[in-house]
């Protein structure tokens, strides 16, 4: 879904972007700036057990990550060297997001959902290394993670007491993935 949405994404960051890239931001600058956001996110919400903080926060996060490749392009500096640090950090992000999530629900599920979302990109670098195209597949692929994490911080806040099931369905949608990228490179492998 997400994916996309990446296309029309672009009237709106590429003129955040352009402006980014005039004034000599650089594409790593930013995404060190998303690392960053994301281990404040993670003691502000650890300290503060503030959910409304962590939403802020993690959507300032995410921003940066969604602008970093888009800085990379029109600066001319995209190439991978860049690709490598934002998924790396990626993965780095996605622990610092999601396990704060302690706070709230059964520490054993917390766990088992970190695992699935470093999972989930793995399939994709091996199955990228293997020649087949795996962006796009899979019900639930990071920019949706981030939105689900994003909403369940919310709905924490107003203290909603359904937020359970969506984190519930949350992880179910990312065991579905897992299975779906699975599939996706065994039905590409010939033997
Ligand atoms: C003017 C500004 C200062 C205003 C700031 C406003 C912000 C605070 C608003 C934030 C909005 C926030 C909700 C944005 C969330 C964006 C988030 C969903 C994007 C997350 O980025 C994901 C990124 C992932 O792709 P990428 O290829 O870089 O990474 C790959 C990924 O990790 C793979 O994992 P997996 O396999 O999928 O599990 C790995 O395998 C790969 O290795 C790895 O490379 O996707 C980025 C593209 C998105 C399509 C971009 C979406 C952009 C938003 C729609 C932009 C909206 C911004 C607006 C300002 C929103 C304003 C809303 C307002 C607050 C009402
Ligand atoms: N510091 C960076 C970050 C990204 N890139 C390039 O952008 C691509 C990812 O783009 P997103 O829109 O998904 O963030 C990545 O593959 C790199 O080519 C970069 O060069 N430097
Ligand atoms: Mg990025
Ligand atoms: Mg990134």
């Not at 000599?24 to 994301?38: D, F, H, R, W, Y």
């Not at 969604?66 to 622990?95: P, Q």
């Amino acid at each position: 879904m997400i994916t996309r949405l990446r296309r029309e994404s672009k009237r709106i960051l590429r003129p955040i972007a352009n402006a980014l890239a005039k004034n000599g931001i650089k594409a790593n600058e930013i995404t060190i700036l998303g690392l960053i956001l994301s281990i404040i996110y993670f003691i502000v919400l650890y300290i503060s057990k503030n959910p409304l903080y962590g939403a802020i926060l993690l959507a300032l996060s995410s921003f940066s990550d969604a602008l970093d490749g888009e800085v990379a392009r029109i600066s001319g500096t995209a190439g991978n060297k860049g690709a490598f640090l934002d998924s790396s950090l990626d993965r780095v992000e996605d622990t610092l997001f999601l396990s704060p999530l302690v706070l709230y629900f059964q520490p054993i599920l917390v766990s088992l959902l970190v695992g699935i979302s470093l999972i989930i990109p793995y399939l994709r670098a091996r199955a990228e290394a293997l020649g087949i195209k795996a962006e796009g597949r899979g019900i639930i692929e990071r920019g949706e993670r981030i939105i689900f994490t994003m909403i369940i911080l919310i709905l924490l806040f107003f203290n909603f007491t359904f937020t359970i099931y969506v984190f519930y369905i949350f992880i179910v949608l990312s065991i579905v993935t897992v299975i779906q990228r699975f599939q996706l490179v065994l039905s590409n492998l010939p033997k």
